[in-house]
């Protein structure tokens, strides 16, 4: 273990694999400085190990239905989380929910900050018409509410966890353009840039290997920082009955099929929605975090 | 035939109602294997003329030869590897999340030349760096080390022409004499033709043949270095210039 980190902080790495783990080992270190940060970590992993290990964390089957015990309240033995109408276990339905909502906020996170990501760098690098006609499409999807958007989506799409996601992900996008774009334009003129230029690199070169690094830590940090909104408008179109179509265990779902019962039975509509508050919380601490170990101007020295 | 040949270049910046004139009419000649330094106070337009030869600067009127050839617009990759470029600051011009690897390999995956690991090491040690530097970012390395770096990278497509913008003026005095003897041994060795830009009349008599004095975007005289050791000016701007830093260069 000494040796692994003393090869770690070497300060004259002998591969290119060892300085990028270096790097990566630093900026753990600084991460690890940050107490709101690691909660944020802790929360994720938990969430990703419930995901992994859905049927071994939860103790019911999620679908299973038992009339006869419907609407138990907490601390029931056996249904700690109590139940629901259907008399379905609630803990075992979130357990299994997190993978939905971990599906649809991983096919989000691959798509929309890489079509931001693309499109900003390109309207900020070569400026002019370009970045006029990306920037004013962006206008025009930003200009529009979220969830209106999305809705409206869904709408023509028909419902379904493909189609949210597809909603999602092109209402998410132009954010990520925007901040990449602002990037972008600082980083284009600087000197490093005009050697490489000099060098007889292509656009495309430029754009990919020299542009895109330095606007990265911006976007992974928008990207922890958005994925609570995404949770929440997923939550939002499953609550609407647009998402996720029943007896899937999703949360948004889960916390409108509790409304009925919020005065009488709080539990079937909390449970879920304090899942949601957690998973968003863990997101938000660990974007944050993440700002302090990955921007560039706190990173530098 | 000169190698490097500048004919009343202008550059202008802005519009119609607010231009600024860089550069106005400026002339300049340089035969391979010289050293030619620019001078002159901030903003006399002395960097203007290296940025509009190498296209990073729109040349508003007149010409830039390169063999007798005008220099093609956009510059190519023919071009790259005759005129290379060190820029003044080294803390911005090397990438700071790219290891001094991937900021020399660039220019040879660029041109698709092979050989990459030995080229690689072999520029590390010509500027004077240790070869385990090569794994390191720039924030790992001092100032007159990333200047080190920046010429390695300068010279990875052997250029015969290297245009130095104020190379040492964010060097620290110690670490400009190296930094400068570096230059001019590595001139030397590869016959490279230098066009140096500074404001210290004290360097360029340390690096260059001949310097051409610049003042508001226009030349004022141009003066070997015999001239300059001998305080032979005729111009009172040059004279001035010569002054303030006459008793460094008696030192030198």
Known sequence: MATMIEWLRDPSPASRTQARLGQSYLAWLRMRRNPLAMVGLVIILALLFMAAFAPWVATHDPLAQNLSQRLLPPGTPGHWLGTDDFGRDIWSRIVYGSRITLYIVTLVAVTAPVLGLLIGTVAGYFGGWVDQVLMRITDIFLAFPRLILALALVAVLGPGIENAVLAIALTAWPPYARVARAETLTVRTSDYIAAVRLQGAGAGRIIWGHVMPMCLPSVIIRVTLDMAGVILIAAGLGFLGLGVQPPTPEWGLMISSGRKFLFEQWWVATMPGLAIFIVSLGFNLLGDGLRDVLDPRSSGK | MALIEVENLSVHYGTKEKLVRAVEGVSLSLDARESYGLVGESGSGKS???????????????????????????????????????????????????????????????????????????????????????????????????????????????????????????????????????LNRLRSERGLTFLMVSH????????????????????????TRDQLASATMTTDYARTLFEASADRMLGA
């Open chain 2, 48 to 182: 203007t003329i290296l940025r509009a030869i190498c296209g990073l600067a729109p040349i508003t009127a007149g010409q830039i030869r390169i063999d007798g050839q005008p220099v093609p617009t956009p510059r190519g990759r023919a071009f790259s590897r005759r005129v290379q470029m060190v820029f003044q600051d080294p803390y911005a011009s090397l990438h700071p999340r790219h290891t001094l690897d991937r900021t020399l390999s660039e220019p040879l995956a660029i041109h698709g030349i092979g050989d990459t690991d030995a080229r690689v090491v072999k520029a590390l040690q010509d500027v004077g760096l240790p070869a385990n530097f090569r794994f390191r970012y720039p924030h790992q390395l001092s100032g007159g080390q990333r200047q080190r770096v920046a010429i390695a990278r300068a010279l990875m497509l052997e250029p015969e022409i290297l245009l130095l913008d104020e190379p040492t003026s964010a060097l620290d005095a110690s670490v400009q004499a190296e930094t400068l003897n570096l």
């Open chain 2, 200 to 223: 210290d009349l004290a360097v360029i008599d340390h690096m260059c043949d001949r310097v051409l004095v610049m003042q508001h975007g226009r030349a004022v005289e141009e003066l």
